[in-house]
């Protein structure tokens, strides 16, 4: 629910919007449209079944499973495995389509999790039932995966902000969508801020191993950091629903092991990998089984489960791994969020002369003015504001949804300017648009111990896109080749 309500609130996905859904038309009419896709879809269907085109057809699944949602939340009834499916390839039918805009860590999260919770679901008309162990170790292995993976992939990353404890002096001012507290965050002692990134590589790395454990106490001490750890990430900065989820998949970790009946499976764990590779062995004809497991022992190092932790070359199980990652079913997560020192910030301007003045374009929730107070904003997520974080880090050429956001300002498409605060040119429109880049910083309260007036100061820093006008040459056939205006327009 949390996830769909505001794809479905975002109106630009339009056959002329900024993020409108990549289609390869051939002919005119909407039986013979063909949708670019991964896996499963059910796009093409509701397209061609209902004669609708292809926004009006995921505004429309996307309101069946805004209603299937509610019912799931408010009616028992409705939590069985079905439900959880339609909704899983609901939102798998918004994601392939929703390109740059829906592929975020969480979004990959909330698929994979999704298809997790068809397993545990119960079957419909037969009444609750426990889940079974195996669905409920998918959960703390994908919990497992989510957390180790995410203090490990910053160690990996040999970046030095993370090696030095010091990644925390940047990022509460370089993450997206800082909130009010990260700002008072930022003023907190270094030694403090160093302190806190080594207690979350403890959190991260060393207490997820715990989840496994047979002994529940041992579990419950690495539970509650976790829960720690996601409620601070919240007050600090706005990534909508990620964190709610995570917090989510750490509830298995508290489940009994006499429910769980964890013991058995790490007997399997301790035995199989090595003993496997053993009766592997064992099939060439030998004058002694001693003699053979003593070799076998020292040749396969099984003191140490080497088995367990060797990178291994199966090909078999490479293929079986990438059918499920294109089936959205399981997925890498290694980002590492590491900023630079400051926020670079790209401000959009517009104006009706070309010596000015320029006026600025102010989003829903990135920074954009000195003296606007940061603000909690989840569980929602302005996709706008967020892509326009990642479009500050690199060129506007490498970003085409970027120059799709011009087109649309510039003709004050109604779908795209209400995403921002404010049009600045309702009564009449600008006749150029350009972009300058500059980097933000947090103020200071200053040697009497009082806070400015601002939350932020900036340098600029260079022209990030030159003006461009309406009737721009080559702006229109470049959205047309990138998929973001099409040649063939359905009524």
Same mark, same amino acid.
């Given at each position: 629910l949390l996830s769909m309500c505001p794809i479905f609130i975002l109106k630009n996905y339009r056959e002329m919007d900024i993020g409108s859904i990549p289609l390869v038309i051939s002919g005119s009419s909407r039986e013979v449209c063909q949708l670019k896709q991964e896996g499963l879809n059910i796009l093409p269907i509701v397209i061609n079944t209902l004669h609708l085109a292809p926004s009006y057809a995921l505004q429309f699944i996307l309101i069946c499973g805004i209603?299937?949602?509610?019912?799931?939340?408010? +009616?028992? =009834?409705?939590?069985?495995?079905?439900?959880?499916? *339609?909704?899983?390839?609901?939102? $798998?039918? !918004?994601?392939? /389509?929703?390109?740059?805009?829906?592929w975020f860590q969480w979004d990959t999260l909330l698929l994979e999790s999704g298809a997790i919770c068809i397993l545990l679901a119960n079957?419909?008309?037969?009444?609750?039932?426990?889940?079974?162990?195996?669905?409920?170790?998918?959960?703390?292995?994908?919990?497992?995966?989510?957390? +180790?993976? =995410?203090?490990?992939?910053?160690?990996?990353?040999? *970046?030095?902000?993370?090696?030095? $404890?010091? !990644?925390?002096? /940047?990022?509460?001012?370089?993450?997206?969508?800082?909130?009010w507290i990260a700002y008072y965050a930022h003023q907190t002692q270094k030694w403090l801020r160093h302190l806190a990134v080594a207690i979350t590589f403890y959190i991260l790395i060393i207490l997820p191993p715990m989840f496994f454990l047979p002994l529940k106490t041992l579990r419950t001490y690495a539970f509650f950091p976790q829960i720690l750890l996601m409620v601070l990430i919240m007050l600090t900065g706005?990534?909508?629903?990620?964190?709610?989820?995570?917090?989510?998949?750490?509830?298995?970790?508290?489940?009994?092991?006499?429910?769980?009946?964890?013991?058995?499976?790490?007997?399997?764990?301790?035995?199989?990998?090595?003993?496997?590779?053993?009766?592997?062995?064992?099939?060439?004809?030998?004058?002694?089984?001693i003699v053979h497991l003593h070799d076998s022992l020292n040749y396969l190092q099984l003191t140490h489960a080497y088995g367990l932790f060797r990178r291994f070359y199966s090909r078999f199980l490479f293929e079986i791994f990438a059918l499920f990652l294109y089936k959205h079913l399981v997925r890498l997560y290694l980002k590492s969020m590491t900023g630079a020192h400051g926020r670079p910030e790209v401000i959009i301007e517009g104006s009706y002369d070309a010596e000015g003045p320029w006026i600025p374009f102010h989003f829903y929730a990135k920074p954009g003015r000195l003296d606007e107070m940061p603000r909690f904003i989840i569980p929602h997520q302005p996709r706008l504001d967020w892509q326009m974080w990642f479009a500050a880090l690199g060129a506007y050429q490498q970003n085409p949804?970027?120059?799709?956001?011009?087109?649309?300002?510039?003709?004050?498409n109604t779908d795209v300017t209400y995403l921002m605060k404010k049009y600045p040119f309702e009564r009449k429109l600008p006749t150029l648009i350009r972009a300058q880049l500059y980097f933000y910083h947090y103020t200071k309260p200053n040697h009497r111990g009082e806070w400015p007036k601002n939350y932020w100061m900036r340098n600029f820093q260079e022209e990030y896109m030159p003006p461009i006008t309406m009737d721009h040459p080559g702006v229109l056939s470049y959205l047309q080749q990138n998929g973001f205006v099409l040649k063939v327009i359905f009524n």
């Open positions: 209603l299937l949602s509610s019912l799931t939340f408010i +009616f028992d =009834s409705f939590r069985n495995t079905i439900s959880y499916f *339609c909704l899983w390839i609901i939102h $798998l039918s !918004a994601f392939q /389509v929703g390109g740059v805009f829906l079957l419909p008309f037969i009444g609750a039932t426990s889940a079974d162990n195996i669905s409920l170790f998918l959960i703390r292995w994908l919990c497992f995966r989510l957390m +180790f993976s =995410s203090g490990l992939v910053k160690l990996l990353s040999h *970046c030095p902000l993370w090696w030095n $404890l010091a !990644a925390l002096d /940047v990022h509460f001012e370089s993450q997206c969508i800082p909130t706005n990534y909508n629903f990620f964190n709610i989820i995570c917090a989510l998949l750490c509830l298995p970790i508290l489940v009994s092991s006499n429910e769980y009946n964890f013991c058995k499976f790490f007997i399997f764990i301790n035995s199989f990998v090595p003993f496997a590779s053993i009766s592997k062995s064992a099939k060439s004809a030998i004058p002694s089984k949804f970027f120059i799709s956001l011009i087109y649309h300002l510039l003709r004050n």
